[in-house]
């Protein structure tokens, strides 16, 4: 069973940064892609960033250019960095992970809170 471990969620103030990890407790070669979604209060999960195996990383447009969404390979660890935070960027985050033959994993979330 893949298991997903997401750390890194707490409190920032606005304009601030913070780095999210997701830990997979196997080789993230295996999946075809990694993602990292969210969901605020009230509203449905988004998709923030995913990145493939071998392609090219893509961004919610409501992030593009303040996150990035990074893997370390050796370490099976998928990040985002969240630079210049937004109160509307408070959700609880999820850590996916997509393999064609298995489906969708999902880690159990962090909450990342911003104040403004």
């Known amino acids: 069973q893949v298991q997903l471990v997401e750390s890194g969620g707490g409190l920032v103030q606005a304009g601030g940064s913070r780095r999210l990890s997701c830990a997979a407790s196997?080789?993230?070669?295996?999946?075809?892609?990694m993602a990292w979604y969210r969901q605020a209060p009230g509203k449905q999960r988004e998709l923030v960033a995913t990145?493939?195996?071998?392609?090219?990383?893509n961004y919610a447009d409501s992030v593009k250019g303040r996150f990035t969404i990074s893997r370390d390979n050796a370490k099976n660890t998928v990040y985002l960095q969240m630079n210049s935070l937004k109160p509307e960027d408070t959700a609880v985050y999820y850590c996916n992970a997509y393999q064609s033959d298995s489906g969708h994993y999902w880690g159990q979330g962090t909450q990342v809170t911003v104040s403004s």
């Open positions: 990145i493939p195996g071998g392609g090219k990383t």
């Open positions: 196997r080789s993230i070669f295996w999946f075809d892609a």
